[in-house]
T-cell receptor, first 111, second 115 residues
């Protein structure tokens, strides 16, 4: 069974903290990887795609380790507005674009 | 900026009734999806649709469910005889496979409550 696993948290951190989330996936043939953000009772929204070389977007850094089949997301200098659930999403191979979602990791940033 | 829209935002129905959830994907997108998310649980894939037919479906998508793209713009999910356990948020999404990434654009969702 193809799974995507995440620590559900919650991660409770003060403003300004650095926090890291990990996600593991079971299908070694998976080809594309994403972090989405979901606010309470809202739709998921793409935060960033994850590339083998790693990628950074402002305070957010995503990395992919294909050998160990995990993806990470690092958030630096946390803001109150970063409070949300962060979903790891892995697409199946073969062009059929079937994503598998992790359950999400809840982040709470407090003053 | 183009966006996926869904109607209604909230649907309340009696068990056993049929419901139709509607979505208007982004116009130049080619792949369309329905997902559900039961409160407090993860987003679950239901079905994908491409070239006017179902391309993949999950175990959840049984004979009670059907999808249709009746007029080239709307993309509907029908549940024929709703059960209590169908209560969930239903999200529609679409992809433009011509993009470098496979980013899914989600609609705001329809909250279905089955009484």
């Amino acid at each position: 069974r193809k799974e995507v696993e995440q620590d559900p948290g919650p991660f409770n951190v003060p403003e300004g903290a650095t926090v890291a989330f990990n996600c593991t996936y079971s299908n070694s043939a998976s080809q594309s990887f994403f972090w989405y953000r979901q606010d309470c009772r809202k739709e998921p929204k793409l935060l960033m795609s994850v590339y083998s070389s790693g990628n950074e977007d402002g305070r957010f850094t995503a990395q992919l380790n294909r050998a160990s089949q995990y993806i990470s997301l690092l958030i630096r200098d946390s803001k109150l507005s970063d409070s949300a659930t962060y979903l790891c999403v892995v697409n199946s191979p073969g062009g059929s674009y079937i994503p598998t979602f992790g359950r999400g990791t809840s982040l709470i940033v407090h003053p | 900026e183009p966006e996926v829209t869904q109607t209604p935002s909230h649907q309340v129905t009696q068990m056993g009734q049929e419901v139709i959830l509607r979505c208007v994907p982004i116009s130049n997108h080619l792949y369309f999806y329905w997902y559900r998310q039961i409160l407090g649980q993860k987003v679950e894939f239901l079905v994908s649709f491409y070239n006017n037919e179902i391309s993949e479906k999950s175990e959840i998508f049984d004979d009670q469910f059907s999808v249709e793209r009746p007029d080239g713009s709307n993309f509907t999910l029908k549940i024929r005889s709703t059960k209590l356990e169908d209560s969930a948020m239903y999200f529609c999404a679409s992809i433009d496979p011509g993009q470098a990434s496979d980013e899914q654009f989600f609609g705001p969702g329809t909250r279905l409550t089955v009484l």
